[in-house]
C-alpha cells in the first residue's frame, strides 16, 4: 500500500516534443504529490506539486495532470528541451511520511 | 545562501567497518530527513528528526543503523559492521517546518558508500 509506482522506467524525446511518465499508488491517506528532477550527481530538487483537490496543475512548461478516483498522476513536459536530460521522480506524502518511485530516465535529443 | 551540504560526498569502506556519514541542513530548518538511494531507485525513507529528536525512525533498515542531531541542527548518520548490501548513496534533506503537508524537502547532493 506503501508503493508507489512510476512508468516508463525510460524516455527518450525529441526536442520540442512532449515528454509524459506516470505514476499510480494505493494508499488514500496521501495528500501532496511532488516531482522531483535530479541530475547526475546531485540530489533531487522539487520541480512541481500538487493537492488532491484539483485536477490539474501547470507551471511553465511543467504540468501535472491528477485522477484521484483512479489514484493516478502523471507529469507532462512540453517543448522538451535538451536540458531537460534527467532522472524524474514522482512521490507520494502524507504527514512526514514521503514514498518516492523508482524513476523515469529522460533523454530529450537534439 | 547556503544549501544543504553532505560529507564526505564519497566514502569507501571495508565490511564490517564503522561509517558515520554528516549532513548540515539550511539554517533555521527543523526538520531533517535521512534517505537511501540505491542504484537506479528512488529514495528510501530512513529517518526523520523535528528538531533534536527522532519523530520517525521507522525506515531504518536494523538496529545497525543509527542517527543522531543533538542540537537540532547537524545530523549524523552512523552504519556499524557494514555490509557490501548498504553501499548506496545516502541523501539528507531539510525543510523549514515538518508540520502538515505541502512543504518543500531541500536535498543534499548525497553522499555515495562503497563497502568493499
Known amino acids: 500500500q506503501q508503493q508507489v509506482k512510476q512508468s516508463p522506467q525510460s524516455l527518450i524525446v525529441q526536442k520540442g516534443g512532449i515528454s509524459i511518465i506516470n505514476c499510480a499508488y494505493e494508499n488514500t491517506a496521501f495528500d501532496y504529490f511532488p516531482w522531483y528532477q535530479q541530475f547526475p550527481g546531485k540530489g533531487p530538487a522539487l520541480l512541481i506539486a500538487?493537492?488532491?483537490?484539483?485536477s490539474e496543475k501547470k507551471e511553465g512548461r511543467f504540468t501535472i495532470s491528477f485522477n484521484k478516483s483512479a489514484k493516478q498522476f502523471s507529469l507532462h513536459i512540453m517543448d522538451s528541451q535538451p536540458g531537460d536530460s534527467a532522472t524524474y521522480f514522482c512521490?507520494?506524502?502524507?504527514?512526514?511520511?514521503?514514498?518516492f518511485g523508482p524513476g523515469t530516465r529522460l533523454s530529450v535529443l537534439p | 545562501g547556503a544549501g544543504v551540504s553532505q560529507t564526505p560526498s564519497n566514502k569507501v569502506t571495508e565490511k564490517g567497518k564503522y561509517v558515520e556519514l554528516r549532513c548540515d541542513p539550511i539554517?533555521?530548518?527543523?526538520?531533517l530527513y535521512w534517505y537511501r538511494q540505491s542504484l537506479g531507485q528512488g529514495p528510501e525513507f530512513l529517518i526523520y528528526f523535528q528538531g533534536t529528536g527522532a519523530a520517525d525512525d521507522s525506515g531504518l533498515p536494523n538496529d545497525r543503523f543509527f542517527a543522531v542531531r543533538p542540537e537540532g541542527s547537524v545530523s549524523t548518520l552512523k552504519i556499524q559492521r557494514t555490509e557490501r548490501g548498504d553501499s548506496a548513496v545516502y541523501l539528507c534533506a531539510s525543510s523549514l517546518t515538518g508540520a502538515g503537508a505541502g512543504y518543500e524537502q531541500y536535498f543534499g547532493p548525497g553522499t555515495r558508500l562503497t563497502v568493499t
Open positions: 539554517s533555521g530548518h527543523t526538520a
Open positions: 512521490a507520494a506524502n502524507y504527514g512526514q511520511n514521503f514514498v
Open positions: 500538487i493537492r488532491p483537490d484539483v
